[in-house]
């Protein structure tokens, strides 16, 4: 047996070829593709496929030659590119180019190119173990599609008798390369001038795995699977489910939040009759939850003479509104919001001794410096905090701050974060959980809010992140316990029609106030909502009817809000042309608040000179808070303007 070769363990070399310029699809290789180029992506891939020593990336193209050195990968810099692409041989003569000098160092080379972006980590390292396996049996391994279709050359059937025509499926497959990934010694590369040998093992891939884009239009439908979540074949029957599911307008669970974004008004300054005849009113209209103030600690944010009791609600505060609001059975749930940063899960007692059935964790969007940026640490915190609050029998909600701001790519992190981040395995699979703590794939909340905190998101931007939610949830994740949220603002005058398009794409609870009732712009009109909800189905048998009449009556007894002008009515908001700016320009509501509680004699154009100003300022600085001193300048800046 001494004419056996042994199996192979020498250096295998992933070289991606990659031309400046495409015919047929131009600058398809650094094109974004999601949220990285194809290029980085199949740079990636490679460097964690077990049995790859190194990757080199070849190219005529500087960009991406400096692309695969930020990436960790070596370059291999072609020269007389015009003569090589120009020739009738160009494909072999590049083969022989990369075999003898892209990685002169290596054995074996991958010929690997990047526009085969579905091919899977798991199908390359099975090549590479039949390849280093199998010296005696093959001398390549490529990967192809197995095409079952009918097949013509020049007038004449390939692989099918058209005098006995069968179907498709019994018709001779033909196998053609995607070039995702061809295996071969390296001096056999140069010899043939090719990436395949003489006696090569063709792997199948699958459908998705052996696109390989060579056209704008396969491009697009590549792009548009990715960004759809669709990696794997098992993914598309996923997919399919999806989009199964049912089209029709389903009624959602609605939350008003009249005291809680209302007191943004009066610094949550109401007075006991005035919240137990809106907690009254709420649970009269049907609406399933009462959003009663904020969670505060009071150690951790002190109390100040300006803000409020419903800035600081305890249970006892809830249970004396209930008594005094005259509702003893089926009113609506109570709902508190707590800020990260201003409470502790020592907050809140078992949910069994408390009259709050809800808690909603805000998670604003800023980072460890202040900036206004995503960050994984503190947002792992929440999650935590969220279960903690959970595991006490609370309906838990996660509100995520400036929803418009957060790319796809950080909504991806926080799904991830919300199923796995903190969960521990289950004692049968040999390690204890600890109080509280649970299994992977439980998530930490039971509903992920979207807020439109800037009113900057509009009803096609509220359809895409709440589908973009519901996929990576109960898709991607599996997760069907935890649904979406979406709190919306009016600073565009469109509050309910991007309500609407977030309950239209899957949306299972809902946030509006009485009136409009809410900081600066105000929110979703709940009487105006509850109005397009009448023809919705309804899921959950038993639920009482909607009724807006309580909502006008409470709204004309104690709010009064004028459409003209927002300081014509007992609180101050409102739709205006400066929160109309704000939504525009992506701001915080309180610089135009500012400028309407304070200088009401100012002019419009001065008025929206100084907030251009402030805008530009916060986006250079990413810090999207209101800050006096930010005003200030803007207030000094415009001295003159009339």
């Known amino acids: 047996m001494s004419g056996l070769k042994p199996p192979r363990n020498g ?38 496929v077990s049995g790859i020593d190194d990757v080199v990336v070849s190219s005529d193209c500087p960009q991406m030659l400096q692309l695969a050195k930020n990436l960790g990968a070596r370059i291999h810099e072609r020269e007389d590119q015009a003569k090589l692409h ?24 991958m010929y690997a190119t990047c526009v085969s972006p579905f091919l899977k980590k798991e199908t390359i390292e099975d090549m590479i173990n039949i390849f280093r396996t199998q010296p005696n049996k093959y001398d390549s391994v490529a990967s192809v599609k197995s095409t079952k279709e009918f097949f013509f050359i020049d007038g004449h059937a390939l692989n099918f008798n058209p005098e006995a025509q069968s179907n498709s499926q019994g018709v001779t497959p033909i196998q053609n390369l995607t070039f995702g990934a061809c295996i071969i010694e390296r001096e056999n590369m140069v010899k043939l001038r090719n990436c395949v040998g003489k006696t090569p093992h063709f792997y199948e891939v699958d459908e998705l795995e052996s696109i390989d ?13 990715f960004t759809a979540g669709i990696n794997t074949g098992e993914d598309v029957a996923d997919y399919l489910q999806y989009l199964k599911q049912k089209k029709t307008r389903q009624r959602p669970l609605f939350l008003d939040c009249t005291i809680r974004d209302g007191g943004y008004t009066n610094n949550w300054n109401f007075s006991n009759n005035f919240v137990a005849k809106a907690y009254a009113a709420v649970s009269a209209a049907g609406m399933e939850y009462f959003e009663i103030g904020f969670r505060t600690n009071v150690e951790m944010f002190p109390p100040h003479s300006k803000l409020g009791k419903w800035a600081y609600v305890d249970d006892s505060l809830c249970k004396q509104i209930i008594r005094d609001s005259g509702v003893t059975t089926g009113g609506a749930k109570i709902a508190v919001m707590a800020k990260m940063g201003t409470f502790s899960s020592e907050d809140f007692t078992d949910a069994t001794d408390s009259p709050v059935d809800m808690v909603r964790v805000l998670f604003p969007l800023y980072n460890e410096e202040k900036k206004s940026k995503f960050s994984e640490k503190l947002f792992a ?10 595991a006490k029998g609370y309906t838990v909600c996660l509100n995520l701050a400036c929803a418009d701001v957060l790319t796809m790519e950080e909504y991806e992190k926080i799904c991830d974060l919300v199923v796995y981040s ?6 049968h699979d040999g390690v204890s959980s600890s109080p509280g703590m649970f299994s992977p794939g439980i998530p930490c909340c039971d509903f992920l809010y979207l807020a439109d905190t800037y009113g900057a998101v509009d009803a096609d931007l509220a359809a895409r992140l709440v589908k973009k939610l519901r996929f990576e949830l109960a898709i991607k994740h599996k997760c069907i316990s935890c649904q979406i949220g979406f709190h919306g603002h009016n600073n565009l005058g469109d509050g309910w029609t991007k309500t609407l398009a977030a309950i239209d794409s899957g949306a299972a609870i809902v946030d509006s106030c009485i009136l409009g009732l809410g900081r600066g ?38 709010i009064q809000a004028f459409d003209h002008l927002p300081f ?3 609180f101050t908001y409102g739709t205006n042309s400066l929160h109309l700016m704000t939504g525009c320009l992506k701001m915080h509501p309180d610089y135009a608040q500012t400028i309407i509680n304070n200088f009401r004699g100012m002019s419009l154009t001065r008025a929206i000179a100084m907030l251009k100003i402030i805008a530009k300022c916060c986006h250079e600085s990413d810090t999207n808070n209101f800050s006096i001193n930010t005003f200030n300048s803007a207030l000094e800046k415009t001295k003159g303007v009339e």
């Open 568 to 570: 014509c009515s007992r």
């Open 521 to 558: 712009a105000g929110n979703v009109q709940s009487e105006v909502l509850l109005c397009h909800a009448k023809n919705m189905e309804d899921a959950i048998p038993g639920r009482r009817k909607l009724d807006i009449e309580p909502l006008l009556y409470f709204g004309d007894s104690f």
């Open 11 to 48: 250096r295998l070399v992933a070289v991606i070829p990659v031309r400046g310029g495409s015919t047929r699809c131009p600058g398809k290789n650094s094109r974004p593709f999601g949220s990285e180029t194809l290029l980085e992506r199949k740079i990636k891939l490679l460097r964690t």
């Open 422 to 427: 903190k969960a521990k395995m289950s004692s």
């Open 381 to 390: 915190t929440c999650v935590q905090m969220c279960r903690e609050i959970k």
């Open 213 to 225: 884009i060579d056209t704008p239009l396969e491009y697009i439908i590549s792009e548009h699977l």
């Open 86 to 109: 120009s020739s009738s041989t160009a494909g072999s003569d590049l083969f022989h180019l990369l075999g003898s000098s892209a990685a002169p160092d290596a054995d074996y080379i």
